[in-house]
């Protein structure tokens, strides 16, 4: 049915503590293309990071299964295919901005001079060539966050598994980081799982929208965003931007 | 150059008032109560200085014995503790093996056990070095096993994300971030070596402040100026190692907290 993309097949999961459960994710089921840019939008704690994780192979479903084009997500992950940016930096205090970036690649055992050479062009990308000797701790949480989004490209991923990249950062940024992302996104014609809890950011970056909705989290909705591409800013001020916003905000209300 | 002279003139003023202090109750037992042996109990520290100085080059000489086989110890036991750590982190099991025998290890007293090594390796050097070695590597091993296991389960699942090995995950994230806790565990064992270099020598060798500390001792009253020299020679050797391992400690790991400049970029 879906060879090559993302197959969440009634997922569940709840977390287990001493005393109490918590259902996090309530019997989700969707499938996301082979190169497809999707999010998954819903308000803080409907399990959107929970969801993302188990893609992700950091996290076992209690119930369902995932399949990344026909392989477990273990196997996934075992063979690289994922880039994935946390919704905190988790940066390495005692690597430089640069070193932070050419992680990845170390581990991929990528000669020095690549490395470099990569790693500038994507401080350039993210904006921070000025910043490539100093510490993470040197940077504000918005540029480290920029940094996480730059190490996440480095592999060049299948699957890019975003978790709030650009929530820490003013609007302008974030405005101009969202073309940067469909630019590279075009280019490198991997699958985004983009996680959002902006409407607006939603609709502006993706071919389709999961509607989360909270305790437990399950899926309310899918949003088909018809926009053209390439998309552009001025679509934001565009009649149909703003009723694609309005449909999934009825969504939310609906569920 | 201002902010130095701020920072330092507290801790002179402090100094200076504690030296004042230590002369006057010198002059009190000894002039006014007239205790018996009263040089012995607090000396002038003029009489100390000069006689700090007028044998300075013995005490360098034998200071530095004595600091080779400290410095020694301390980089066996350092490696050792390390060793400890590392083989302690690897798993639970690991550990619950390990570990009994380490604390076990601290519960021989040192008194006892350095005739015993003395008695296998029959050399002084080396009874110092395994003796000192002995004493280090139980901070080192405890301060760095917690150091790796402080690390965050974020940087974890990053390394895990990316499919990385158990070498990689050492050698990339749990050691470096081990680091300040080891640094931790150094600047404790940096002085307990020195004194566990002493504390052999005065059990019986050649060469080392020990020695001179102890011949001075049974010499009695007449001697007490060179035994308080080699009290005072013996701190600054302590103080010595532990301002080296600091000094390390900077270099190797600029970006910790403690060193971090204030006042934002650049
Ligand atoms: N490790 C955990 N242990 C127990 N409960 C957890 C754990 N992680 C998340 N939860 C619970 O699961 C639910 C979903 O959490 P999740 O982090 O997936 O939400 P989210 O949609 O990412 O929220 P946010 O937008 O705030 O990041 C929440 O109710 C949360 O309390
Ligand atoms: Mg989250």
Redesign the pocket.
Known sequence: MNPAGIEVKNVSMS?Q?ESSE?L??KEVSLSIGKGEFVSLL??????????LRMMADLLTPTNGSIEIAGQSTRQARLSQKYGIVF?NPTLYDWRKVKDNITLPLELKKVPKAERERKALELLELVGLEKFKDKYPWQLSGGMQQRIAIARALAMEPEILLM??PFSALDEFSRERLNEELLAIWKKTNSTVVF?T?SISESVFLSDRVFV?S??P?RLSAVVDITLPRPRTKEMRNSPEFYKLITQIRDSFEGS | MKRIKDRLLPSLAWLFSLLVIWQLVSWYLLEVKETTLAQSKVPYIHEVVHTLFTYGLTLLQEGWSTFINAGAGLLLGTAVGAILAILMSLSTWAEKTVFPYVILSQMIPVLGLAPIIYGIVHDENWSRVIIAAYITFFPVSLNMLKGIRSVSPGSLELMHSYAANRWSIYWKLLLPNGLPGLFNGLKIAAPLAVTAAILVEMMGARHGIGVIMLRNLYYGPSNTYMFWSTVVASALLGIANYLLVQLIERIVTPWQPAFRTKGGDN
């Open positions: 977390y503590s918590v996090a994710v819903g308000p803080s704690g409907c399990g959107k990071t929970t969801l919704q978790d709030e996680v809890h989360l909270p305790h989290g």
